[in-house]
């Protein structure tokens, strides 16, 4: 037992050398010098950010972005919230749509939301700890690809954790401290409106206190603080935010989210989304060129000392991380969208967290006095991670998008011989808007009533549909061009795009 603890007292004495977050911010450094380019995919969320950024930068309403919205497709909405493109407008003021330049503004985002969940969970795990299990994060393969694209995922979880991790340091909580929380937290819900999370976790944590306390004659001035801190930080924060949305970049009042809502089963996307989650989140402890039988290994144990450490922790002091964590999880597991990493990631945090104190549960019953169990597993997959992180680092294979030889050909040639005002059906219409400044109309990509198409088209005046059969299969406008071969005019054609004038 005494050369165990000689060899831990040499392990400390030799991190006691280094300062854990110079370490990390020399850790850090890489990020930026992997996955930089000029290339995006056509994931279309990212032309809608841009264009409001343009908007901006121009001095036109960022809602005017040639989107035209088609009821049966609600989700294809035409505008988002706006404190996103903010961020974006300096770098499109200088660079212009430069992708390699908006690539390193993003890489910049998840440089900040490490330091940021280092210091979060430093507060309440080893530092040495908070220092691998943050570059486990962003060093993992699926963040290093995240992060080439253009979206507010990033950025969210900056300020998401940055609010939360102030917010439990705070002692005092005074009516001032409320208006500033209420202004950071109207700007995080305009990034993402699923910061609503820290909304909802405060308020469960201010009425369980209130509930607590009140009947205490010495903890009823402190209930009544926190009542009072809580209600003025979400007048404040729903208030700016009405004012954002509705007066300074007011939002049409088509589509969304309740409109999307309303097209799913919501029992049945639940039970969807559990299973894929789950999958999700066990994927992401699988490594290139390792056996099933270890990435299985390795995710099991993380998952039971995870499991474990969130039943103690819920058990000795459940707060407003907790709060935070259940609420956003059951944000997800009814959101009918396409389940992905980008959904999990501000989750990851959360899930280190528990890891822990799972950890330190079942050092104590083996008695253990330096092997250390928390750091075991993530060192282990820090060495795992090295193949996809070398893969990332050679890899050529860029996301295939709006950079491409074909798509600046038709693009072109939209921009150069139809008319300013023409309405285009493309599968991605908010990046054909972008970069031709013609107007574009999405379909349903179920819909299978050719005269329901035909009925829309001659609603909203199309001018042109574009099909791509090689990427981005419409399997609506196909059926659409074989039911009314006459009315399309073949105008232009390359080996990707087909582009058709129709004849109303």
Same mark, same amino acid.
């Given at each position: 037992m005494?050369?165990?603890n000689?060899?831990y007292?040499?392990?400390?004495a030799f991190?006691?050398?280094?300062?854990?977050f110079?370490?990390?911010?020399?850790?850090?450094?890489?990020?930026?010098?992997?996955?930089?380019?000029e290339?995006?995919?056509?994931?279309?969320?990212?032309?809608?950010?841009? +264009?409001?950024?343009?908007?901006?930068?121009?001095?036109?309403?960022?809602?005017?972005?040639?989107?035209?919205?088609?009821?049966d497709?609600?989700?294809?909405?035409s505008?988002?919230?706006?404190?996103?493109?903010l961020?974006?407008?300096?770098?499109?003021l200088i660079?212009?749509?430069?992708?390699?330049?908006f690539?390193?503004?993003?890489t910049f985002?998840?440089?900040?939301a490490?330091?940021?969940?280092?210091?979060?969970?430093k +507060?309440?795990?080893p530092?040495?700890?908070?220092?691998?299990?943050?570059?486990?994060?962003?060093? +993992?393969?699926?963040? *290093?690809d995240?992060?080439?694209?253009?979206?507010?995922?990033?950025?969210?979880?900056v300020?998401?954790?940055a609010i939360l991790y102030?917010?439990v340091?705070i002692?005092?909580?005074?009516?001032?401290?409320?208006?500033?929380?209420?202004?950071?937290?109207?700007?995080?819900?305009?990034?993402?409106?699923v910061g609503?999370?820290?909304?909802?976790?405060?308020l469960?944590e201010?009425?369980?206190?209130?509930?607590?306390h009140?009947k205490?004659?010495?903890?009823?001035k402190?209930?009544?603080?926190?009542?009072?801190f809580t209600?003025?930080?979400?007048v404040?924060a729903?208030?700016?935010?009405?004012?954002?949305?509705?007066?300074?970049?007011?939002e049409?009042?088509?589509?969304g989210?309740?409109?999307?809502?309303?097209q799913?089963?919501l029992?049945?996307?639940?039970?969807?989304?559990?299973?894929?989650?789950?999958?999700?989140?066990?994927?992401?402890?699988?490594f290139?060129?390792?056996?099933l039988v270890?990435q299985?290994?390795?995710?099991?144990i993380?998952?039971?000392?995870?499991?474990?450490g969130?039943?103690k922790?819920?058990?000795q002091?459940?707060?407003?991380?907790?709060?935070?964590?259940?609420i956003? *999880?059951?944000?997800?597991?009814?959101?009918?969208?396409?389940?992905g990493?980008?959904y999990?990631?501000?989750?990851?945090p959360?899930?280190?967290?528990y890891?822990?104190?799972?950890?330190v549960?079942f050092?104590?019953l083996?008695n253990?006095?330096?092997v250390k169990?928390?750091?075991?597993?993530?060192?282990?997959?820090l060495?795992?991670?090295y193949?996809?992180l070398?893969?990332?680092i050679?890899?050529?294979?860029?996301?295939?998008?709006?950079?491409?030889?074909?798509?600046?050909?038709?693009?072109n040639?939209?921009?150069?011989?139809?008319?300013?005002n023409?309405?285009?059906?493309?599968?991605?219409?908010?990046?054909?808007?972008?970069y031709?400044?013609?107007?574009?109309?999405?379909?349903?990509?179920?819909?299978?009533?050719?005269?329901?198409l035909?009925?829309l088209?001659?609603?909203?005046k199309?001018s042109?549909l574009?099909?791509?059969?090689?990427?981005l299969?419409?399997?609506?406008l196909?059926?659409?061009?074989?039911?009314?071969?006459?009315k399309?005019?073949?105008?232009f054609?390359?080996?990707?795009?087909? *582009?058709?004038?129709?004849?109303?």
């Amino acid at each position: 037992m005494k050369k165990e603890n000689l060899f831990y007292q040499k392990i400390r004495a030799f991190a006691g050398k280094f300062n854990p977050f110079y370490v990390l911010i020399v850790f850090l450094l890489p990020l930026f010098f992997i996955n930089i380019h000029e290339f995006t995919d056509w994931g279309d969320d990212f032309a809608l950010y841009l +264009h409001q950024a343009k908007n901006i930068a121009e001095g036109i309403s960022p809602q005017k972005t040639g989107l035209i919205y088609n009821p049966d497709n609600p989700i294809m909405i035409s505008n988002v919230s706006v404190c996103f493109s903010l961020l974006l407008v300096p770098v499109y003021l200088i660079f212009g749509l430069n992708f390699k330049a908006f690539s390193l503004l993003i890489t910049f985002f998840l440089f900040l939301a490490a330091i940021v969940i280092f210091y979060f969970l430093k +507060h309440y795990i080893p530092v040495w700890l908070a220092v691998m299990m943050v570059l486990l994060l962003v060093y +993992h393969r699926w963040t *290093l690809d995240f992060k080439q694209y253009i979206l507010s995922d990033i950025p969210f979880v900056v300020l998401f954790f940055a609010i939360l991790y102030s917010y439990v340091r705070i002692s005092k909580k005074s009516i001032l401290t409320a208006c500033i929380y209420g202004l950071l937290v109207a700007f995080m819900l305009n990034v993402r409106s699923v910061g609503i999370v820290f909304i909802l976790g405060l308020l469960c944590e201010t009425a369980f206190l209130f509930i607590k306390h009140f009947k205490s004659k010495l903890n009823a001035k402190e209930a009544f603080s926190q009542l009072v801190f809580t209600v003025v930080l979400i007048v404040v924060a729903l208030g700016t935010s009405f004012i954002i949305k509705k007066i300074a970049f007011p939002e049409p009042q088509e589509g969304g989210y309740i409109s999307y809502f309303k097209q799913h089963n919501l029992y049945e996307i639940f039970l969807t989304n559990i299973n894929q989650y789950f999958n999700w989140f066990r994927w992401f402890f699988t490594f290139k060129k390792i056996a099933l039988v270890v990435q299985y290994s390795i995710f099991y144990i993380f998952l039971v000392f995870v499991m474990t450490g969130m039943i103690k922790k819920l058990k000795q002091n459940f707060n407003i991380i907790d709060y935070c964590f259940f609420i956003f *999880l059951a944000i997800i597991l009814i959101y009918p969208a396409n389940p992905g990493f980008r959904y999990l990631f501000p989750l990851m945090p959360f899930f280190f967290l528990y890891f822990y104190f799972g950890s330190v549960y079942f050092s104590k019953l083996i008695n253990s006095q330096w092997v250390k169990i928390s750091y075991f597993l993530p060192v282990i997959m820090l060495l795992l991670s090295y193949p996809g992180l070398l893969w990332h680092i050679e890899t050529k294979d860029y996301p295939v998008g709006t950079e491409q030889k074909s798509v600046r050909e038709v693009f072109n040639f939209i921009s150069s011989n139809t008319p300013d005002n023409s309405v285009i059906v493309f599968r991605k219409p908010r990046a054909l808007s972008l970069y031709t400044g013609r107007y574009g109309l999405a379909n349903n990509g179920k819909e299978k009533n050719t005269e329901r198409l035909d009925y829309l088209y001659k609603k909203f005046k199309v001018s042109y549909l574009l099909q791509n059969n090689v990427e981005l299969a419409d399997t609506a406008l196909i059926l659409y061009l074989d039911k009314y071969p006459d009315k399309c005019e073949p105008v232009f054609s390359n080996d990707k795009f087909s *582009l058709y004038q129709l004849k109303q």
